[in-house]
Nanobody
């Protein structure tokens, strides 16, 4: 079983930046895809960004041009660099890993609050 631990959340002013990290309990080298999702109060969970094991990336429309996803296989970590943050980016952010046979693991989430 893969454990995912998110970190780097917090309170930031509009226009600011944060970098989230998701550390996996084992090698991510062969993980098919790693992604970041978020869930705001009263809303469903939405895909923000994903990266495959050959470094193809995908971003949700609401964050294109502002967020960057990357992975460091040596550190078993995936990152989400969030720039030009807006109040509507406020949510709990979750890390997700997809393994072979579509086995999925989730982290417990980290709070990001954008407020001035």
């Amino acid at each position: 079983q893969v454990q995912l631990v998110e970190s780097g959340g917090g309170l930031v002013q509009p226009g600011g930046s944060l970098r989230l990290s998701c550390a996996a309990s084992e090698s991510i080298f062969n993980i098919s895809a790693l992604g970041w999702y978020r869930q705001a109060p009263g809303k469903g969970r939405e895909l923000i960004a994903a990266i495959t094991n050959d470094n193809n990336t995908h971003f949700g429309d609401s964050v294109k041009g502002r967020f960057i996803i990357s992975r460091d296989n040596a550190k078993n970590t995936v990152y989400l660099q969030m720039n030009s943050l807006k109040p509507e980016d406020t949510a709990v952010y979750y890390c997700r890993a997809v393994l072979a046979y579509d086995i999925v693991y989730w982290g417990k989430g980290v709070q990001v609050t954008v407020s001035g």
